[in-house]
């Protein structure tokens, strides 16, 4: 296909159009802020800061394409780059909901109507890597491909099939890439900051030391909990308010527990970081997005106003806490969840909510960027597949 073919924007969340609008808007504010006024909160960031700049040497040495895969347990997503002065430029992206992790908690193994839908996106994906000329691309799998006891068939299948060569990366690299791609996006301050990554089959947690230049991890934490596979482990959502309440309870304290250890080892940093200002927090998830979306009352989502945004933690709080009390048909009917969302939200809402807990900050930083974001930088860096600079990790005490 020709080279000239028009760019692709990221896939948003469905929604009803039309003469149901006003209902929506109606049924947004049972999810939404407690006050329709932004008094309570800092403005949003007006632009979100740039990524560090590149070496001058590697600026010149390349100017082709880049592309970033990432297959998620319950997403699909390409951006495809150009290097651009110290940045670079998106010129296509695609962004799915395959559910590959879907049944994985219960069988142990990816299922066919699963990964058939994955490679369905995927097709999607290796044709805009032809169009757009592609010279340079990482494609990564993580923790359902990780978990998977047919991942590494799937991976064979997807490269005879489209070509598209995915490397199951580690947790740990997860984490690297993860914090690479957004830590621009924290508050400026000083002491240790937490990063997190709610996902569809697991979390991280990276505690970081971001005062000078690059940042360098201090301790960090996956965990099996995502949006999928705590939705799994919980079990199907049952009718009636006092249902939900303890399936939400039980997802709280399942996650938290989850964290326990990781709270113990880094309770020392958190208190350095108290002492040194106000706790950092910054969360690159579909749920802090979702979440964020619903704080701003946005009728459909939008990247702009929420990528860099700085929420109130109690906002984040009490928008949780009233998706939870919503049926799953209340919930598909809020703007910024949809169908795609409104039965998984839930979950991430109670990851989250876990997290404010280990991490008590007042307000909590928001990014729309994350591993893909990560493994363009390291690919532009360093203008080969085998050389990213990631995270400088701390040997643990």
């Known amino acids: 296909m020709a080279d000239d073919a028009p760019p692709v924007a990221q896939a948003q969340p469905s929604g009803k159009r039309g003469s149901k609008r006003r209902n929506r808007r109606n049924r947004s504010k049972k999810a939404g802020n407690p006050s329709r006024r932004r008094s309570a909160a800092p403005a949003a960031v007006a632009a979100a800061p740039a990524p560090p700049p590149l070496q001058p040497a590697t600026q010149q040495a390349f100017r082709g394409s880049y592309a970033a895969l990432d297959l998620g347990t319950n997403n699909c997503r390409l951006l495809i780059a150009r290097p651009t002065g110290?940045?670079?430029?998106?010129?296509?992206?695609?962004?799915?909901?395959?559910?590959?992790?879907?049944?994985?908690?219960?069988?142990?193994?990816?299922?066919?109507?699963?990964?058939?839908?994955?490679?369905?996106?995927?097709?999607?994906?290796?044709?805009?890597?032809?169009?757009?000329r592609v010279t340079l691309a990482r494609s990564v799998a993580t923790e359902a491909c990780r978990r998977a006891e047919n991942g590494p068939d799937f991976i064979e299948?997807?490269?005879?099939?489209?070509?598209?060569?995915?490397?199951?990366?580690?947790?740990?690299?997860?984490?690297?890439?993860?914090?690479?791609?957004?830590?621009?996006?924290?508050?400026?301050?000083?002491?240790?900051a937490l990063i997190f990554d709610i996902g569809g089959g697991?979390?991280?947690?990276?505690?970081?030391?971001?005062?000078?230049?690059?940042?360098?991890?201090?301790?960090?934490?996956?965990?099996?909990?995502?949006?999928?596979?705590?939705?799994?482990?919980?079990?199907?959502?049952?009718?009636?308010?006092?249902?939900?309440?303890?399936?939400?309870?039980?997802?709280?304290?399942?996650?938290?527990?989850?964290?326990?250890?990781?709270?113990?080892?880094?309770?020392?940093?958190?208190?350095?970081?108290?002492?040194?200002?106000?706790?950092?927090?910054?969360?690159?998830?579909?749920?802090?997005?979702?979440?964020?979306?619903?704080?701003?009352?946005?009728?459909q989502y939008d990247r702009r106003a929420v990528d860099g945004l700085i929420v109130p933690a109690h906002s984040m709080r009490f928008i949780s806490t009233r998706l939870a009390?919503?049926?799953?048909?209340?919930?598909?009917?809020?703007?910024?969840?949809?169908?795609?969302?409104?039965?998984?939200?839930?979950?991430?809402?109670?990851?989250?909510?876990?997290?404010?807990?280990?991490?008590?900050?007042?307000?909590?930083?928001?990014?729309?960027?994350?591993?893909r974001e990560g493994i363009l930088r390291s690919l532009i860096a360093s203008d080969g597949p085998g050389g990213q600079r990631l995270p400088s990790v701390a040997a643990r005490a």
């Open 202 to 299: 697991s979390t991280e947690l990276v505690l970081i030391e971001s005062s000078q230049g690059e940042p360098r991890i201090l301790d960090w934490l996956s965990v099996p909990w995502g949006v999928v596979s705590l939705s799994e482990h919980c079990g199907a959502e049952l009718p009636g308010a006092q249902a939900r309440d303890d399936r939400y309870a039980k997802m709280r304290k399942v996650v938290s527990d989850s964290f326990s250890d990781f709270g113990a080892r880094t309770a020392e940093h958190r208190a350095r970081a108290t002492s040194d200002g106000p706790l950092r927090l910054l969360g690159t998830s579909g749920t802090v997005t979702t979440l964020a979306s619903l704080h701003l009352e946005l009728p």
């Open 325 to 371: 009390t919503l049926s799953i048909e209340d919930r598909r009917e809020v703007p910024c969840i949809g169908r795609e969302r409104a039965d998984l939200v839930v979950a991430g809402c109670a990851i989250l909510e876990a997290i404010l807990d280990l991490w008590p900050a007042d307000r909590l930083g928001v990014a729309d960027r994350g591993i």
């Open 157 to 192: 299948r997807v490269r005879e099939e489209t070509g598209i060569a995915l490397d199951i990366i580690s947790a740990r690299e997860e984490a690297q890439l993860a914090v690479l791609g957004c830590h621009v996006l924290l508050e400026p301050g000083s002491g240790p």
């Open 86 to 132: 110290d940045a670079f430029t998106i010129i296509d992206a695609f962004s799915r909901v395959v559910r590959l992790g879907e049944g994985l908690a219960q069988t142990g193994r990816l299922s066919d109507a699963a990964m058939d839908r994955t490679l369905g996106a995927l097709r999607v994906c290796s044709d805009k890597l032809r169009r757009r």
